[in-house]
Nanobody, 114 residues
Framework: QVQLVESGGGLVQAGGSLRLSCAAS??????MGWYRQAPGKQRELVAT???????NYADSVKGRFTISRDSTLRTVYLQLSNLKPEDTAVYYC??????????WGQGTQVTVSS
């Protein structure tokens, strides 16, 4: 049974930083990452990292956010820097298992005040 436990959201002023964490268990994951959904908008990709370490970022966060993972390959981090009010959203941890099954975390709120 796959479980995802997210942490690290909160309220921060524009220009500030946050670090999100997602601890996954119950499978081997080919891809891990983060998506976000702002009020009234569709869920969108933020960043992903593959089993081999390749990363992918949305253009809107390149140079400001950094995705990484720990040595167990089951915890993924998202360092959010130079935050902007438009980064305000619920951030969801995402994983895809080696059987190509997708799982989502419960979401963590990030609010950036101007």
């Amino acid at each position: 049974q796959v479980q995802l436990v997210e942490s690290g959201g909160g309220l921060v002023q524009a220009g500030g930083s946050l670090r999100l964490s997602c601890a996954a268990s119950g499978s081997i994951f080919s891809t891990m990452g983060w998506y976000r959904q702002a009020p009234g908008k569709q869920r969108e990709l933020v960043a992903t990292i593959t089993f081999g370490g390749s990363t992918n970022y949305a253009d809107s966060v390149k140079g400001r956010f950094t995705i990484s993972r720990d040595s167990t390959l089951r915890t993924v981090y998202l360092q959010l820097s130079n935050l902007k009010p438009e980064d305000t959203a619920v951030y969801y941890c995402y994983t895809r298992t080696i059987a190509s099954i997708d799982y989502w975390g419960q979401g963590t709120q990030v609010t950036v005040s101007s």
